[in-house]
């Protein structure tokens, strides 16, 4: 089999998939994706995973599988840390150990590259652990890493700029709100109801971490500081009617965050807001159904403060 490098579109694909995929290119190797989940990648990480995985976990085995017979290795980073003081969830700290104890991989199938943190010894090792299987050098993997990471920290997040009648923030994790599988239902209500939808990825990392610093002693968990960072910005948004926190039932994490959120950010702002917690048995009914029944109590707020019309209550 030629040389293949197979990256599953899942779980930090969300956070870093532009400077994966830019870094690849650079040293020229060809890049297989598993591209969108579906309903047959979420069953078949269902049979693959333990039952206690959270759902976002069960669907990343999902896209492994379907890589498996057209890879000549798996993509799989192990990433401890990227931000000072705070950690990744261990799901994500273990997940070449995770894929390689499913699928019973041979380690030369596996570019696990370990980023403990962002230090330059720890990217050194991590440049190395790719190239080395794929027989190229290591200053070529420095070279490329060096113009991927320049591409992916000029990214400047795009406002979509449509008219509106009003703005909704759906915040959660970037692996969750920027999976289609399971965030298309509620882009499309909200459309259909000419409200503008914004997201946490919309903002710069800069801004979202500013936010959050007051909440640093209290989250240990780096992806649970972007979301309180996020809530934070938006609550003190006049232009943001209300906010969705899309989670995931057995998240450990989320679980005990979203009931930070409520009493020192949401409480305090008033802000409507509504926490969705989606699992592999949601069905696609009862969400929307809470999610109009939530649109329709904001937007009634709006007509009493003058800032959508009758018409905006349908």
């Not at 995973?49 to 896209?63: Q, R």
């Not at 948004?237 to 679980?255: L, R, T």
């Not at 305090?268 to 009862?286: Q, R, Y």
């Amino acid at each position: 089999m030629s040389v293949k490098v197979g990256i599953p579109e899942a779980l930090l694909y969300h956070e870093f998939g532009s400077l994966w995929l830019d870094f690849f290119q650079n040293i020229g190797v060809p890049v297989a994706l598993s591209g969108k989940t579906n309903k047959q990648i979420l069953d078949r990480g269902m049979s693959l995973a333990i039952d206690e995985s959270c759902i976002p976990l069960k669907v990343y085995l999902g896209h492994v599988e379907s890589l498996l017979t057209t890879c000549s290795h798996i993509f799989v980073p192990r990433i401890a840390q990227y931000y000072p003081d705070n950690h990744l969830c261990a799901k994500l700290a273990g997940l070449p150990d995770i894929v390689q104890n499913t699928f019973r991989l041979a380690n030369e199938k596996l570019l696990s590259p370990n980023i403990e943190n962002s230090s330059a010894t720890t990217i050194v090792k991590a440049v190395h652990t790719i190239c080395q299987p794929l027989g190229l050098s290591d200053f070529t993997g420095h070279q490329a890493y060096r113009q991927a990471v320049k591409q992916w920290k000029n990214t400047i997040p795009i406002q979509s700029g449509h008219p509106a009648k009003a703005k909704i923030a759906i915040i959660g994790h970037s692996y969750i709100i920027k999976d289609v599988f399971f965030n298309s239902d509620i882009e499309n209500f909200f459309k259909s109801q000419e409200v503008e939808i914004i997201i946490s990825s919309d903002l710069p990392n800069k801004r979202i971490y500013e936010e959050a610093k007051a909440f640093q002693q209290d989250i240990y968990w780096q992806l649970s500081m972007k979301i309180a960072g996020a809530a934070q910005y938006f609550c003190g948004q006049d232009d943001i009617a209300g906010v969705i926190i899309v989670s995931s039932f057995g998240c450990g994490p989320d679980s005990l965050v979203n009931e930070y959120l409520e009493h020192h950010i949401f409480k305090p702002s008033n802000k409507p807001h509504m926490v969705l917690t989606i699992d592999e048995h949601t069905g696609n009914a009862g969400l929307i159904t809470r999610v109009e029944a939530f649109w329709d109590m904001v937007a009634r707020r709006l007509k009493l403060e003058g800032k959508l019309p009758s018409d905006g209550l349908s």
